[in-house]
């Protein structure tokens, strides 16, 4: 059966004290929270800076059996070489996050606003990819949503993300045996609540994926005053607690 994994960009939001995590927790105490919550969130750290291996093996061993970590490929990667010869570094940030083991999830490679379409290039990144690793791409230049890029995503099982960033928001094209969603707010732009008809219309989304057997991961990037979690939770409620992966100590309410 596909499973269906809701959660957030980041759990490790000082801002979320008093309104989802309790006010005086330790930040040391924020993971083994969030995992209690939700299934799985998105690693943004590994963006800025590869982490050490023994930080990737303390996420493992602090979240729940089954917990997932969606991996945000390196800029180094993404903003520097703009995806030309990806084989050392794609080897390099493998090595680190092949330590989440198991729960590893999908990666995530954002590209940069300035970073038009260029087939050929994204041709040759897709062939680099290991196989067996579940791959999305985040395009944040419209350029980029063509049939041409759509056709080699699914060529290659990578899934197009589909996010309403406002720099680009995508289509929502399904190009790969999974759905990855990325929610930057309402406006795309990392503040505000959805509106209920939003999520209902998400949920709707949701549930039809899923009964094509397809995987599907939604992380909520509107991290301004707690709207990611309590919108990630309304979003497992419409799509049902039976239609959820969540493991037997998912119980607290994020409020």
Known sequence: MAQIRIGCSGWHYTGWRGLFY????????FLAYYGQCFSTTELNNPFYRLPKAQTAAAWREGTPEGFLFAWKASRYLTHLKRLKDPEEPLSRMMGVAGH?????GP?????????????????RFLG???KGQRF?????????????????LSDHDVALCLSDHAD???????????????????GGRYYGHYSDETLKQ?????GRWRSGRRDVFVYFDNDQKTAAPKDARKLMDIVGGAAL??????SQDPG
């Open 100 to 104: 989440l083991k198991e729960k590893l």
């Open 22 to 29: 309790p006010e005086k927790m330790p930040t040391k105490d």
């Open 245 to 250: 992966w969540t493991p037997d100590t998912l």
């Open 202 to 206: 998400w949920g709707d989304d949701v």
């Open 168 to 186: 680009a928001p995508a289509p929502w094209e399904v190009t790969a045996s999974f759905v990855y969603v990325r929610g930057h707010g309402p």
């Open 128 to 130: 680099a990819l290991p």
């Open 107 to 123: 990666i995530l490679v954002q590209l940069p606003p300035s970073m038009k379409v260029d087939r050929e290039r994204l041709a």
């Open 136 to 152: 999305t791409l985040e395009f944040r230049h419209p350029s980029w949503y063509e049939a041409e890029v759509f056709d080699l």
